[in-house]
């Protein structure tokens, strides 16, 4: 317990910490964030459309893991729709994501546009520093026509230097998960999830979306019943801790919780969610160095986030260091 006279500099530390946050310059930092935008579709036939969404999924997870980068899912920008107003799901990025992606902490967008011409698959991709609305790379990449798994995986090539991970889906799974992921009814969008599941078995983002639907419906054993399946096949390390995530929250097992954020963590650092997660439970359990080193990890990849510079505080003198409190 603290006696009063810390208490005092605690609040005095924290208080001064937020108007410093609130003021502060942007910091540089190592990190990218960056948000991946839907595409446009430039060619002649509608029915390709589909194609946008899966540009901007498949390089989004293309860059999970790579150092320095913190690619945002658009499950999280898309989490800021009921404050900002909700867009077309399947309008071109770059007029309906921008601001999305600005609120959800981007300092890097990526928009970009596809064809399918002769046969051929053609797609590039503009990089916007946000700070100063330059552009800092404008990455092409072709492919067959029904090749935008291909094509998408090669720009996010691009971007991190190094090959991607192998996305486990097919063009048919993933046509139906977009469908999915764009579509306004519920019920259709449970039967296009069964259908990518079907057509691609090992897609843990079709599982992970279909729990959560579930999961929205109240239907908590549905949910989990469809992450216990999900579990029985070949997985990426990295998607499977995800997987035990949502099904620790689901069940309310705490311990199973930690375990699997503590995973996702040293699977892709440059996760700031993650990070503020696993240090808000080191708050509740009264870790507080540990919970210090959490909101630090955070802060390092968005180092304006006022909130989080405001809960380290709090950390730091709760852990008795004043100093960095």
Partial sequence: MFCNAGRGRLLLAAGALALAGCSRQPAGTRFQRIAILRF??????PSQDWMGRAFSEVVTAGLA???????????????FDRSLGARPVSAPGISAERELA???GANRLGYGYYSVRGGRLEARLVIEDVRNG???AELSANAPADGVIAAASDLARQIRGAP????????AGLKAYVDALEGNDPDAAERSLEQALAASPDYAPAYRLLGQLK???????????????AFSHDLRPIERARLELDAAELSGDRPARLRALDAVSRLDPSDPTVWRALAAAAMTAHRYPQAAAGFKKAIEIEPEDAGTLNQLGYACGYSGDFPGA
């Fill in 40 to 45: 446009e579709n430039l060619g002649a036939d």
């Fill in 65 to 79: 893991g790579a150092p320095g980068i913190y690619a945002i899912p658009s499950n999280r920008m898309h989490s």
């Fill in 102 to 104: 600005l609120v959800s």
């Fill in 134 to 136: 330059k552009m800092t």
């Fill in 164 to 171: 991607p991970p192998l996305q486990p889906v097919n063009a």
């Fill in 215 to 229: 999961a929205q419906a109240q239907d908590r054993a549905g949910a989990l019943a469809v992450l216990a399946r």
